[in-house]
Nanobody, 124 residues
Framework: QVQLVESGGGLVQAGGSLRLSCAAS????????MGWFRQAPGKEREFVAA????????HYTDSVKGRFTISRDNAKNTVYLQMNSLRPEDTALYYC?????????????????WGQGTQVTVSS
């Protein structure tokens, strides 16, 4: 089992930055791919970013390309999402997820473990 705990969310003005962290316990993350997803009120959960087990491959949804960066520190069992140039439409509950495979995936159904989420609110 893997327990994931997100942190780093908060309220920020448009154009600002936040860095989300996802700390894992119960198992090392060094052999699993990780992803970030988000869900805004009244909307479906959507893919944001994913990273392969060694960090060599990353994927982003089009709306965050050039603004968000996913990274990982396997020695710290932690994955990060650096979010720059934030927009009001980025407001959502952000979830960290892990899958029992090395390859990154953009599909939520392919992830096996989920955190409880951290709220990001961007004011205009």
């Amino acid at each position: 089992q893997v327990q994931l705990v997100e942190s780093g969310g908060g309220l920020v003005q448009a154009g600002g930055s936040l860095r989300l962290s996802c700390a894992a316990s119960g198992r090392t993350l060094s052999t699993v791919a990780m992803g970030w997803f988000r869900q805004a009120p009244g909307k479906e959960r959507e893919f944001v970013a994913a990273i392969s087990w060694r960090g060599g491959t990353t994927h982003y949804t089009d709306s965050v390309k050039g603004r968000f960066t996913i990274s990982r520190d396997n020695a710290k069992n932690t994955v990060y999402l650096q979010m720059n140039s934030l927009r009001p439409e980025d407001t959502a509950l952000y979830y960290c997820a892990a899958r029992n495979y090395q390859a990154a995936s953009t599909l939520a159904v392919q992830y096996d473990y989920w955190g409880q989420g951290t709220q990001v609110t961007v004011s205009s």
